[in-house]
């Protein structure tokens, strides 16, 4: 239920603490130095050279132009954020590159003909501002919304400044609660009240670049004289506040301390100080429903000689819960192949969004004596959805329904009579011809015998002679799963075009839930790339794909999975896209929120851990003797979630030892690599056109 929000913009250098091993004599390490001259200049250089072989190509403008008409286009799914009787909706266009925050009465928008009005035009504001702001959501005052904390990048990383606004003037509160840049969060107790966790100054973060203290501040009173309710350690990722409201009862107020990535202490703030809740550290705060606190179970918990097992979702009582007292019932139990996808709770029900063998299915649960009773709801089958701004206020929610080849579509859910009724409002057009397209999910079988799901998108009746472009994507990590969805400019630049998409379901990911994220961990990271290789091999064996044809695309965790990939595999794959990647595991816990990461990986300061960890690592596995395909590298000067220094440092060994690689790096987008959709269209057709050359030489 709790996201982390994210930091400063790294400027200089960062400091290695005097505990770190050294970097092994790193030539490159000056590339960290993320706004130096001499590192820009360098950047500078290696983007002419992508933009020359491929942006000046027939290819990249009609893929660019393609994608930019997607992106911009009026057809689009205006996606709701209900407040009162208003829908919100924040919209990126050709006119409005950096998006307009809007809203509609709520009637016309169910009608399907909203009636939008301007609140905020983040171009105009950076115009008047001379900043590149980009828009990262807004906290809101309940029950009444007269109020909310606008959040700003400028940039378009995770550090964001918060500036309180007023939505009925369209305007800025003048001085209204303000915070400069940080990673932190905000937290609504009543008008004038808030709790908050940002950068207090030196001391105040932590190893990770996250907030270790939570403070009450009360309107007009200066940050600095705000009551200190929390302070963690340095070596955590971090502590936030955050509320859970319901319809009917109190709202709670806690702080979570973040010990890892993985685990956690949560604190209620009642009559003025901190209990702790006697929880499991590794479960999942998911909600509160009638005094029940609802808990994503990670591992089995025994309670009064019973024991709740682990993927389960499980209810306590509150109220006992504040006296230390573990009262709990069984929601919902998963088996092996399925996993808990999202819990949305309304005003008189609660609604669980399963995922059964990577297709969802929703399910209604209420509660009557002590316990949880279940209703299917009627969804489209065989694909995947999302539960949408479904509030502890209402009976009514929106859900979103695609798959590869389906276009999404928004549909109005309401409940009334015992019935659940369901009505499509907005669906996307067809933005790419996916007529004698199919996907298929096969099987691939692992190095230890494990069976490893995939689907593939591909033309019906494809000859398995392997001549195809085939496009590998793979994610594998933090138990975030990977499921069926409609990509729309994939589709047109790739599958439209005869490509074939390629989308695994690795360990490491969410998919079959904690046993599956938990298998891939630290000294177990292995399994995750042999997962992956295991199924580019799966392709090759079934004719789908040759390692000539086949290449790969991977983002963030997933960059670190095709830099493995192809320095343990060079010989599977001709193409290797390495988007805003972690590539120097010597030093990933150094640079900004790498610290954070150290229960997924492990430690690289800890000789034990860097003994697994230093077999996979790309950047110190690079064998200047060995053959690899010419990789195309992607980041982003203003990523301050994974450096970019280690996609600029992977390159620059790469080109010392001789081995050919392309490379582009945005000025500006954070870890999300773009801000406006121009940009997005531009790194789009750069990669799609690199793909193109490397894999179409059987076509």
């Known amino acids: 239920m709790f996201q982390l929000t994210s930091l400063i913009l790294v400027t200089t250098l960062l400091a290695m603490p005097a505990s770190a091993h050294p970097p092994e004599n790193d030539p490159h390490l000056w590339l960290e130095a993320v706004d130096s001259p001499e590192a820009l200049a360098w950047v500078e250089q290696q983007n ?27 057809e689009r799914i205006p996606y709701p954020a209900v407040r009162q009787d208003f829908v919100y909706n924040f919209w990126q266009d050709e006119d409005n590159p950096r998006g307009l925050l809007r809203r509609s009465p709520k009637t016309s928008y169910l009608s399907g003909s909203p009636l939008w009005e301007t609140v905020l035009d983040i171009d105009l504001l950076g115009e008047e501002e001379g900043v590149k702001w980009v828009y990262k959501g807004a906290s809101w005052l309940q029950p009444d919304y007269q109020r909310c904390l606008m959040e700003l990048s400028p940039g378009g990383g995770d550090a964001v400044e918060i500036r309180e606004f007023d939505p009925q003037a369209k305007a800025f509160v003048a001085d209204g609660f303000h915070l400069p840049t940080a990673k932190g969060s905000v937290e609504w107790v009543d008008r004038d009240t808030l709790l908050i966790a940002t950068d207090f100054g030196p001391g105040s973060q932590t190893n990770s670049g996250y907030p270790r203290v939570v403070k009450r501040w009360i309107r007009n009173q200066p940050l600095d004289e705000a009551t200190e309710l929390f302070e963690g350690e340095q070596t955590d990722v971090g502590a936030w506040p955050f509320s859970l409201r319901q319809a009917d009862g109190p709202t709670y107020f806690f702080v979570q301390r973040s010990i890892t990535f993985f685990t956690r202490t949560v604190f209620a703030w009642v009559d003025g ?21 609802l808990l994503h179970l990670k591992s089995d918990w025994t309670v009064d000689g019973t024991t709740y097992p682990q993927g389960s979702l499980v209810s306590a009582d509150l109220p006992l819960l504040l006296e230390g007292i573990a009262k709990l019932n069984t929601v919902v139990l998963v088996d092996s192949r399925s996993s808990i996808d999202q819990v949305g709770i309304s005003q008189d029900a609660l609604y669980l969004n399963l995922l059964e063998n990577i297709s969802n299915v929703l399910y209604r649960y209420t509660r009557n004596d002590d316990s949880w009773h279940a209703q299917k709801v009627d969804t489209p089958s065989l694909g995947s959805f999302s539960i949408q701004n479904l509030r502890h206020t209402d009976t009514d929610f929106f859900l979103t329904y695609e798959d590869f080849l389906t276009p999404s579509t928004l549909y109005h859910y309401r409940f009334a009579q015992g019935e659940i009724a369901a009505t499509p409002v907005y669906a996307l057009p067809a933005f790419f011809d996916a007529e004698g397209l199919e996907s298929t999910q096969y099987e691939a079988i692992s190095a230890d015998g494990t069976r490893i799901p995939y689907f593939v998108t591909a033309r019906k009746n494809l000859e398995t002679d392997g001549s195809h472009p085939t496009l590998l994507y793979g994610y594998g990590g933090f138990e975030i799963s990977i499921k069926p969805g409609y990509r729309a400019v994939t589709g047109a630049a790739w599958l439209e075009k005869g490509g074939v998409y390629v989308t695994a379901n690795i360990r490491g990911g969410g998919e ?3 046993a599956w994220h938990r298998a891939a961990l630290k000294e177990n990271r292995q399994r995750a790339y042999d997962d992956f290789i295991a199924v580019a091999e799966d392709l090759i064996r079934r004719g789908i794909a040759t390692p000539q044809s086949l290449g790969i695309f991977g983002g963030s965790n997933g960059g670190l999975l095709v830099g493995v990939a192809y320095t343990q595999r060079p010989d599977l794959f001709n193409a290797v896209v390495c988007a805003v990647p972690l590539l120097d595991m010597r030093r990933y816990d150094k640079l900004l929120a790498g610290a954070s990461w150290v229960g997924e990986y492990g430690d690289p300061d800890n000789p034990d851990e860097w003994e697994y960890i230093s077999k996979y690592s790309p950047y110190q596995n690079l064998n200047p003797d060995q053959t690899y395909p010419e990789p195309l590298f992607t980041t982003s000067t203003r990523d301050d979630r994974v450096h970019p220094g280690h996609a600029r440092k992977m390159m620059a060994k790469m080109l010392q030892q001789g081995h050919p690689t392309l490379y582009y790096e945005n000025t500006e987008g954070g870890h999300a690599g773009s801000s406006t959709n121009a940009q997005r269209a531009y790194s789009s057709a750069l990669i799609y056109t690199y793909l193109w050359d490397k894999l179409s030489a059987n076509e």
Not at 49 to 69: G, N, P
Not at 274 to 290: A, H, N, R, Y
């Open 512 to 514: 079959f839930g904690p």
């Open 48 to 74: 002419a050279i992508a933009h020359r072989r491929y942006a000046e190509t027939a290819l990249f403008d009609q893929i660019e132009a393609r994608s930019l008409q997607i992106l911009d286009s009026d």
């Open 273 to 293: 100080a901190l209990k702790k809740l006697p929880i499991p550290e590794d479960s999942d705060v998911e909600g509160l429903f009638q005094d029940q606190l």
